[in-house]
C-alpha cells in the first residue's frame, strides 16, 4: 500500500501542472540547448554543453520525483471537514500574548508550505503542537528563538 501523502487541492493542482510544464516545456528546451551545444564542436571544454546536461539533470529528477508523488496524493478539500478541532487543512488565527500580535496560517501539505504565504506543513513544529487543539486552546510548541506559546482564537475551514 502507499503511503499517502496529504495535500490540498490546490495544491495537487499546482504539482500536477508542474509536472506537465516540465515534461512539454522544460524538457525539450534542454533537449534543445544541448543539440545546439554539441553542433559546437568539442564537448569536452564546452560549457554550455555541461550547462545544459547539468539542466536536463535537474529536470528529470524532479519529473521523477513529481511522477512518484502524484499518485501517492491524497486531496483532502478543507471545506469538507467538519471539526471543532484543529486538523489537516485548517485555517487557524494564532494570538501570541507576548508579542500582542495575532497571526493567520493555514496547515497544508509538505509540498505546498511557504511560509511567506503564511502555509504550513502539517510536519512542522508548529502544526504538529496544534493538531487536535481547538479555540481557546494554548498551544506551546520550540521555535528556532525558543519556546513560544499561542492561544488558538479561531479555527476554519475554507
Known sequence: MLNRIPITAKGAEKLKAELEYLKKTARPNVVAAIAEAREKGDLSENAEYDAAREEQGHIEGRIAELEGKIPALQVIDPKTVASDRIVFGATVTLYN???????????????????????ISVSSPIARALIGKSEGDTVKFM??????????EEVEYK
Open 143 to 152: 521555535a528556532p528563538k525558543g519556546q513560544v506559546t499561542f492561544e488558538v
Open 97 to 119: 500574548e507576548d508579542e500582542d500580535s495575532s497571526v493567520t496560517y493555514q496547515i497544508v501539505g509538505d509540498d505546498e508550505a511557504d511560509i511567506k504565504k503564511n502555509l
